[in-house]
T-cell receptor
Framework: QQQVKQSPQSLIVQKGGIPIINCAYENTAFDYFPWYQQFPGKGPALLIAIRPDVSEKKEGRFTISFNKSAKQFSLHIMDSQPGDSATYFC???????????????FGKGTSLLVTP | SAVISQKPSRDICQRGTSLTIQCQVDSQVTMMFWYRQQPGQSLTLIATANQGSEATYESGFVIDKFPISRPNLTFSTLTVSNMSPEDSSIYLCSFGQGVAQETQYFGPGTRLLVL
């Protein structure tokens, strides 16, 4: 079953807007939460990641907000640009039901379109 | 970080055949990972490859279908065997950094279409 639930499936914002993508998880053993950006025809690229002992992390225009009690985390993109149009994936890692213990459990992705 | 490449970038194959995908990292890494990304779906880990030992497969994936080699610290291959149209996916390799290999960097992927 999907270990990480991501919403919305797609999102359209105007340039300069702040798209917000949300993810929720159930497994309290997860201890690492990265976000990836994927452009068509490319592999996912690591954007930013957070651990549960921190409630917020910023890197450039990208911010992760983390709510441990609610088991939710979100990605905010400040001053979004058309070049940010891509698919965004959240993920979670920890001692889950991965045989190797190394699996990143991905959400289903959010297709973001930033219009000029 | 290290640069990771894959070959081929895409292929169209006939049902019943096999395809071997190569993954090369430009520096030595401990763990390499193979993921599958089905059309419009999220990524799912197939197996973890550690040099000098058998690959560890995740639930739902078996060695007979997806044999993996890891001959050295910079290279790995994934074979998709006896392919069917359901195997049409993007196959991605990655490598990990950090004590728990949690920071994973992905290659560009191999886009496979099985007819």
């Amino acid at each position: 079953q999907q270990q990480v639930k991501q919403s919305p499936q797609s999102l359209i914002v105007q340039k300069g807007g702040i798209p917000i993508i949300n993810c929720a998880y159930e497994n309290t053993a997860f201890d690492y939460f990265p976000w990836y950006q994927q452009f068509p025809g490319k592999g996912p690229a690591l954007l930013i990641a957070i651990r549960p002992d921190v409630s917020e992390k910023k890197e450039g225009r990208f911010t992760i907000s983390f709510n441990k009690s609610a088991k939710q985390f979100s990605l905010h993109i400040m001053d979004s640009q058309p070049g940010d149009s891509a698919t965004y994936f959240c993920a979670a890692k920890g001692d889950s039901n991965s045989n190797s213990g190394y699996a990143l459990n991905f959400g289903k992705g959010t297709s973001l379109l930033v219009t000029p | 970080s290290a640069v990771i490449s894959q070959k081929p970038s895409r292929d169209i194959c006939q049902r019943g055949t096999s395809l071997t995908i190569q993954c090369q990292v430009d520096s030595q890494v401990t763990m390499m990972f193979w993921y599958r990304q089905q059309p419009g779906q999220s990524l799912t880990l197939i197996a973890t490859a550690n040099q000098g030992s058998e690959a560890t497969y995740e639930s739902g994936f078996v060695i007979d279908k997806f044999p993996i080699s890891r001959p050295n610290l910079t290279f790995s291959t994934l074979t998709v065997s006896n392919m069917s149209p359901e195997d049409s996916s993007i196959y991605l390799c990655s490598f990990g950094q950090g004590v728990a290999q949690e920071t994973q960097y992905f290659g560009p992927g191999t886009r496979l279409l099985v007819l």
